[in-house]
């Protein structure tokens, strides 16, 4: 309960970018979106709905991409599978939560080959076969699950919204092991990145400000390694949630946090390379040379991702509660509070494109396949966007 009270607190002091509140609960008022010349054309491939997408749960759904299909879900109760190419629906599962609460779908799908797994606000954990979806199995977890599991080899991965890690067997569900030695801070932000799973270890950013990896064996703990300090005077101040996805490239991790900084760390043995002030809770991205990461105003930085010195800032979306960055190709893509995607050349920072999906909030991080970008807002709108030879 203390969670759930400190969120409505950080709310009510405008952190609407968190995911659960509008654009009248912000202090500062989104910067008006400025006239340019595009140099990129975008196409609209499609779009569609699935439920009413995250609702009021403060949520980032983002959908996922296997074999041609894109795989969405609702806290409302709808699962569906949508081709990628045309948006047609392949076919759809609904259950109507008020019905069966625990289908409140809340962390976005993970898809490998035919399994599809999906987590809930009231901490159960399902599978479905991917090409049908028929139920395979389902368990239930220590609280909600609100980042998307893992899908890797013979077991899922699922993180909770209280720091519990568990590793469950892919076929029936059944628990191999359990990470629970993590800590919650009496305030802290809604959010959790996606774990990140490479060389027989598990990365993820937590809600006390660290970087943590463990086993993927057995789940023991091999280092964490501290972003944020949780300094100050009040636990507002002290919120130092590391709760962005992070990036792995040529065995270095990057990840930022609120109240914190953003770091390159390496994942074997959890050095800093380097590391600089820099409080973001989305996330970050790496596009050749460069990491992208958004500041809690909105600012957008390209940082040389060798050695974290400024590449360029663009300000022209401050307060606008950008999305976590995506990069496509020699661009970056971000959505915003008021439904607009927004495509910005990685080398300068100048604005290429803008689309609008909707009039609501984009808080998913845009899911890139090649050339084409699908997005999703907060109230199910689902469109994909194919970047135009030029």
Same mark, same amino acid.
């Given at each position: 309960?203390?969670?759930?009270?400190?969120?409505?607190?950080?709310?009510?002091?405008?952190?609407?970018?968190?995911?659960?509140?509008?654009? *009248?609960?912000?202090?500062?008022?989104?910067?008006?979106?400025?006239?340019? =010349?595009?140099?990129?054309?975008?196409?609209? &491939?499609?779009? =569609?709905?699935?439920?009413?997408?995250?609702?009021?749960?403060?949520?980032?759904?983002?959908?996922?991409? %296997?074999?041609?299909?894109?795989?969405?879900?609702?806290?409302?109760?709808?699962?569906?599978?949508?081709?990628?190419?045309?948006?047609?629906?392949?076919?759809?599962?609904?259950?109507?939560?008020?019905?069966?609460?625990? =289908?409140?779908?809340?962390?976005?799908?993970?898809? !490998?080959?035919? &399994?599809?797994?999906?987590?809930?606000?009231?901490?159960?954990?399902?599978?479905?076969?991917? *090409?049908?979806? *028929?139920?395979?199995?389902?368990?239930?977890?220590?609280?909600?699950?609100?980042?998307?599991?893992?899908?890797?080899?013979?077991?899922?991965?699922?993180?909770?919204?209280?720091?519990?890690?568990?590793?469950?067997?892919?076929?029936?569900?059944?628990?191999?092991?359990?990470?629970?030695?993590?800590?919650?801070?009496?305030?802290?932000?809604?959010?959790?990145?996606?774990?990140?799973?490479?060389?027989?270890?598990?990365?993820?950013?937590?809600?006390?400000?660290?970087?943590?990896?463990?086993?993927?064996?057995?789940?023991?703990?091999?280092?964490?390694?501290?972003? %944020?300090?949780?300094?100050?005077?009040?636990?507002?101040?002290?919120?130092?949630?590391?709760?962005?996805?992070?990036?792995?490239?040529?065995?270095?991790?990057?990840?930022?946090?609120?109240?914190?900084?953003?770091?390159?760390?390496?994942?074997?043995?959890?050095?800093?390379?380097?590391?600089?002030?820099?409080?973001?809770?989305?996330?970050?991205?790496?596009?050749?040379?460069? &990491?992208?990461?958004?500041?809690?105003?909105?600012?957008?930085?390209?940082?040389?991702? =060798?050695?974290?010195?400024?590449?360029?800032?663009?300000?022209?979306?401050?307060?606008?509660?950008?999305?976590?960055?995506?990069?496509?190709? *020699?661009?970056?893509?971000?959505?915003?509070?008021?439904?607009?995607?927004?495509? &910005?050349?990685?080398?300068?920072?100048?604005?290429?494109?803008?689309?609008?999906?909707?009039?609501?909030?984009?808080?998913?991080?845009?899911?890139?396949?090649?050339?084409?970008? !699908?997005?999703?807002?907060?109230?199910?709108?689902?469109?994909?966007?194919?970047?135009?030879?030029?």
């Amino acid at each position: 309960m203390m969670r759930k009270f400190a969120v409505v607190i950080l709310g009510a002091l405008a952190l609407s970018g968190c995911g659960l509140f509008k654009t *009248k609960d912000n202090i500062q008022p989104p910067t008006p979106l400025a006239k340019f =010349t595009p140099t990129l054309t975008v196409k609209r &491939l499609w779009e =569609t709905g699935v439920g009413n997408g995250a609702g009021n749960s403060g949520v980032r759904l983002q959908p996922a991409v %296997a074999d041609g299909v894109v795989y969405a879900v609702s806290t409302d109760g709808d699962i569906e599978a949508l081709a990628l190419a045309s948006g047609k629906r392949l076919w759809s599962v609904s259950t109507h939560w008020r019905e069966k609460r625990d =289908t409140r779908y809340s962390s976005g799908p993970a898809v !490998v080959g035919d &399994l599809l797994v999906v987590g809930t606000l009231d901490g159960h954990v399902y599978a479905f076969d991917a *090409k049908s979806g *028929k139920p395979r199995w389902q368990v239930t977890v220590s609280s909600e699950v609100i980042s998307p599991p893992v899908i890797v080899g013979d077991r899922v991965l699922v993180r909770c919204n209280d720091s519990h890690v568990y590793a469950l067997a892919a076929g029936d569900g059944k628990q191999l092991w359990l990470y629970d030695r993590g800590s919650v801070p009496a305030l802290s932000l809604r959010g959790n990145g996606t774990l990140l799973v490479a060389g027989g270890a598990v990365f993820f950013g937590s809600d006390d400000g660290k970087l943590v990896a463990l086993s993927l064996a057995n789940g023991s703990s091999l280092w964490e390694q501290r972003l %944020a300090t949780g300094e100050g005077r009040t636990e507002i101040q002290r919120l130092d949630d590391s709760d962005g996805s992070l990036v792995l490239d040529d065995g270095v991790l990057y990840a930022n946090a609120y109240h914190g900084s953003v770091a390159a760390v390496q994942a074997e043995g959890g050095r800093v390379l380097w590391s600089r002030p820099l409080s973001g809770y989305t996330g970050v991205a790496v596009g050749g040379g460069t &990491l992208i990461a958004i500041d809690d105003a909105s600012n957008i930085w390209a940082l040389d991702k =060798t050695s974290g010195a400024d590449v360029w800032k663009q300000n022209a979306l401050d307060w606008r509660w950008l999305s976590a960055p995506a990069i496509q190709g *020699k661009y970056v893509v971000v959505g915003d509070l008021q439904g607009y995607v927004h495509w &910005l050349d990685l080398a300068s920072g100048q604005f290429a494109a803008r689309e609008q999906l909707s009039g609501k909030a984009i808080r998913a991080r845009p899911l890139i396949v090649g050339d084409v970008a !699908v997005v999703a807002d907060d109230v199910g709108h689902i469109a994909a966007y194919r970047i135009q030879a030029q």
